[in-house]
């Protein structure tokens, strides 16, 4: 059974830090992964998606890689800012789509 | 193009009633899942379909949810009777691609959330 577990469970930073997110998988045997962002109240904004074959992926200041063989992804921000203050979900995929989720990190960048 | 839409978003229940939820996917999209997210938690998978048969229900309470999805469009979630750990968000996601093809990127919906008393 896949589990997945995210660290820190909650992080709070200055504006301009750059951070980082671990996630790490069970079950090498995925099929991609992906990583949210949950605003209170909100349903979930799909962030970067990293298939099984692929190392990273890059969107602005978000920086996702992947170490299948180790288990475990990380969320690389720049620069963080206020606006990016949300919690962050990372979910492993199956050939036929069912996500398995992390607990998700709680970040707050302060001003 | 519009995203996956739920309603309603707010419910609040008395233990032992019913309740259901409906969402529409994005047009087009052939996979339909139905999460549930406790408060503090990650989502968690209810069900998943394929157009309109079911692929995976294996994590849904049969004796008190039911869901269907009728011409492979729209869907609907029914718990009854609602226990007091059915408070959640429920959460609708779609996706593109049939089984077995996707680059399976979901998108989600702004959820449905519950509160039973």
């Known amino acids: 059974k896949q589990e997945v577990t995210q660290i820190p469970a909650a992080l709070s930073v200055p504006e301009g830090e750059n951070l980082v997110l671990n996630c790490s998988f069970t079950?090498?045997?995925?099929?991609?992964l992906q990583w949210f962002r949950q605003d209170p109240g909100k349903g979930l904004t799909s962030l970067l998606l990293i298939q099984s074959s692929q190392r990273e992926q890059t969107s602005g200041r978000l920086n996702a890689s992947l170490d299948k063989s180790s288990g475990r992804s990380t969320l690389y921000i720049a620069a963080s800012q206020p606006g990016d203050s949300a919690t962050y979900l990372c979910a492993v995929g199956t050939s036929y789509g069912k996500l398995t989720f992390g607990q998700g990190t709680i970040l707050t960048v302060h001003p | 193009e519009a995203g996956v839409a739920q309603s309603p978003r707010y419910k609040i229940i008395e233990k032992r009633q019913s309740v259901a939820f409906w969402c529409n996917p994005i047009s087009g999209h052939a996979t339909l899942y139905w999460y549930q997210q406790i408060l503090g938690q990650g989502p968690k998978l209810l069900i998943q379909?394929?157009?309109?048969?079911?692929?995976?229900d294996s994590q849904l309470p049969k004796d008190r949810f039911s869901a269907e999805r009728l011409k492979g469009v729209d869907s609907t979630l029914k718990i009854q009777p609602a226990k007091l750990e059915d408070s959640a968000v429920y959460l609708c996601?779609?996706?593109?691609?049939?089984?077995?093809?996707?680059?399976?990127?979901?998108?989600f919906g702004e959820g449905s959330r519950l509160t039973v008393l």
């Open positions: 379909f394929q157009n309109n048969g079911v692929v995976d």
């Open positions: 079950d090498s045997a995925i099929y991609n």
């Open positions: 996601a779609s996706s593109l691609e049939p089984e077995g093809a996707n680059t399976g990127e979901l998108f």
